[in-house]
């Protein structure tokens, strides 16, 4: 059993930058492939990056590439979201995920265990 704690999210204004982390407990970190996702207000959570076992492979939405890059350090069981200029479409709580399937899925259903999330407000 995983635990997931995410941290780093807040208020920014557009064009800003912020960083989300995502603790791991109570698990081998290193097996799980981990996602972030985010849900805004009345609509579906949402796929925004993923990252393979050890950090060499990568995956993005459309709507975040070349703004967000996610990364992981397996000695520290951390995950990270660096989100570069922030719009405000980007508001939404951001979730972390872990999976122990064979490939970075940008579906929710394919990740096992979920943090509580963070918000991340970018206002205009």
């Known amino acids: 059993q995983v635990q997931l704690a995410e941290s780093g999210g807040g208020l920014v204004q557009a064009g800003g930058s912020l960083r989300l982390s995502c603790a791991a407990s109570g698990g081998t970190f290193s097996r799980y492939k981990m996602g972030w996702f985010r849900q805004a207000p009345g609509k579906e959570r949402r796929f925004v990056a993923g990252i393979s076992l050890t950090g060499g492979g990568t995956a993005y939405a459309d709507s975040v590439k070349g703004r967000f890059t996610i990364s992981r350090d397996n000695a520290k069981n951390t995950v990270y979201l660096q989100m570069n200029s922030l719009k405000p479409e980007d508001t939404a709580v951001y979730y972390c995920?872990?999976?122990?399937?064979?490939?970075?899925?940008?579906?929710?259903?394919?990740?096992?265990?979920w943090g509580q999330g963070t918000q991340v407000t970018v206002s205009s």
């Open positions: 995920a872990a999976s122990w399937r064979s490939y970075i899925y940008t579906e929710g259903p394919k990740y096992d265990y």
